[in-house]
């Protein structure tokens, strides 16, 4: 005859082990999910220049400020099992000196995207309106989601986007460096399982992404005739929810 202690930890091994059957269950169920992912991402506007690109910069270097569009369809990410997305653009470029310097990359705007059943958090992303409805007064329903009115997660269009941040070399130079690449990253973080990261080959029901890259060349360095208003960052309306965790 087993004692209470024995009991209870009996019972306990038991759910552990059934909990986390249906945790693996779970994870490797959305691998029957089909995926196909599309993006299309276009430069919009790239400018060198001289400064400070940050507050506590203690030096002045040269940077780049870079505008783009991005109009991409990622619903078919989110499934039973996604937590959230978290979404990254990305500029990569060859070093100074490709034959001993790996190639630099910078991150140019980011934001994390849940899904419609995950807990509200300060920091995930509010989709700015489209131009032709900023001027109309936004539902209350429609407010602060991270996807445009009408849509659902995994949708986003941005038109003229300014970047979150600046890009810099360690270098300090950055101007005429060809053969760059504007590129669209993502993370999917389920509730269960392992992170995924960006697909481009297809694999099973899992699609490869369609588009998301633009090439480009960083021009030549601007002078004074370059607006501050023009190199303004934007960091989204969700700044204004709380500070960063």
Same mark, same amino acid.
């Not at 700015?128 to 997660?153: D, V």
């Given at each position: 005859?087993? #004692?209470?202690?024995?009991?209870?930890?009996?019972?306990?091994?038991?759910?552990?082990?059934?909990?986390?059957?249906?945790?693996?269950?779970?994870?490797?169920?959305?691998?029957?999910?089909?995926?196909?992912?599309?993006?299309?991402?276009?430069?919009? #506007?790239?400018?060198?220049?001289?400064?400070?690109?940050?507050?506590?910069?203690?030096?002045?270097?040269?940077?780049?400020?870079?505008?783009?569009?991005?109009?991409?369809?990622?619903?078919?990410?989110?499934?039973?099992?996604?937590?959230?997305?978290?979404?990254?653009?990305?500029?990569?470029?060859? %070093?100074?000196?490709?034959?001993?310097?790996?190639? %630099?990359?910078?991150?140019?705007?980011?934001?994390?995207?849940?899904?419609?059943?995950?807990?509200?958090?300060?920091?995930?992303?509010?989709?700015?309106?489209?131009?032709?409805?900023?001027?109309?007064?936004?539902?209350?329903?429609?407010?602060?989601?991270?996807?445009?009115?009408?849509?659902?997660?995994?949708?986003?269009?941005?038109?003229?986007?300014?970047?979150?941040?600046?890009?810099?070399?360690?270098?300090?130079?950055?101007?005429?460096?060809? #053969?760059?690449?504007?590129?669209?990253?993502?993370?999917?973080?389920?509730?269960?399982?392992?992170?995924?990261?960006?697909?481009?080959?297809?694999?099973?029901?899992?699609?490869?992404?369609?588009?998301?890259?633009?090439?480009?060349?960083?021009?030549?360095?601007?002078?004074?005739?370059?607006?501050?208003?023009?190199?303004?960052?934007?960091?989204?309306?969700?700044?204004?929810?709380?500070?960063?965790?």
């Amino acid at each position: 005859m087993h #004692n209470t202690l024995t009991r209870v930890q009996n019972v306990f091994g038991f759910f552990t082990s059934v909990a986390f059957a249906v945790a693996a269950g779970i994870a490797m169920s959305v691998l029957l999910s089909p995926q196909a992912p599309s993006a299309s991402l276009e430069l919009k #506007n790239v400018q060198v220049v001289k400064g400070r690109p940050h507050y506590y910069s203690t030096k002045r270097e040269e940077y780049a400020h870079v505008k783009f569009d991005l109009d991409a369809d990622l619903t078919s990410l989110f499934n039973w099992n996604t937590k959230q997305l978290y979404l990254s653009i990305t500029a990569s470029y060859p %070093s100074s000196d490709p034959s001993t310097i790996p190639p %630099s990359e910078a991150v140019i705007w980011d934001a994390i995207i849940p899904s419609d059943y995950a807990p509200l958090h300060p920091n995930t992303y509010i989709h700015p309106a489209s131009k032709a409805k900023k001027s109309a007064k936004p539902k209350k329903k429609e407010s602060g989601k991270p996807y445009p009115a009408g849509g659902s997660p995994g949708i986003v269009r941005l038109e003229n986007q300014k970047p979150k941040y600046q890009i810099t070399d360690v270098s300090g130079k950055i101007a005429k460096r060809g #053969n760059a690449t504007l590129s669209l990253h993502w993370n999917v973080q389920p509730w269960v399982g392992a992170l995924v990261w960006t697909n481009k080959n297809s694999i099973g029901r899992w699609q490869g992404l369609q588009g998301g890259e633009a090439k480009f060349d960083f021009p030549p360095l601007k002078g004074t005739e370059v607006k501050k208003d023009d190199l303004k960052t934007e960091t989204g309306g969700e700044r204004n929810r709380g500070s960063p965790a």
